[in-house]
């Protein structure tokens, strides 16, 4: 948490983090739950990020590490850092939005592989909030 805090004081507006992948593929939900709520509480209010990198995950993971993130108190919840192979589709854009909206205050960031209007536009349709190339 040194680093969020850090980032922090250094003027950083937002954070994002990359959640903990090998505690989400082994079911470990309460360390994942815990490393993203130790991260918003080192933000200090300020919005943080969580990357699934939707690549790498099943439905059902997208599923979970979205509703942790929500419940771990998120800001967003992100598709991608573009490093694992892979970057946003419109059916992870969809998936992710349908599991937040309860939430009413978390959003969708559809991030990495988004090069023309056209793929924009249909994030946004499929319920992305921001956009990220």
């Known amino acids: 948490m040194l680093e969020t805090r850090v980032a ?3 003027g950083a507006q937002e954070i994002d983090m990359v959640l903990n992948i090998g505690a989400l593929k082994s079911g470990n939900y309460a360390l ?3 490393d993203i709520a130790a991260v ?3 933000a200090a209010g300020h919005p943080v990020k969580v990357i699934l990198e939707t690549a790498l995950l099943k439905d059902e993971e997208k599923i979970a590490a979205s ?3 929500a419940e771990a108190g998120a800001a ?7 490093f694992s ?3 946003a589709s419109v059916a992870d854009v969809a998936l992710m939005k349908k599991t937040v909206q309860y939430k009413g205050n978390v959003q ?3 991030s990495a592989g988004i090069r ?3 793929a924009c536009l249909e994030m946004l349709e499929a319920g992305a909030d921001r956009i990220g190339t």
């Open 8 to 10: 922090i004081e250094d």
């Open 32 to 34: 994942l739950y815990d």
């Open 40 to 42: 918003v509480n080192a």
């Open 67 to 69: 509703f942790i993130a």
């Open 76 to 82: 967003f919840v992100k598709t991608s850092t573009g």
């Open 85 to 87: 192979g892979g970057g």
């Open 108 to 110: 969708v960031k559809a």
């Open 116 to 118: 023309s209007l056209k």
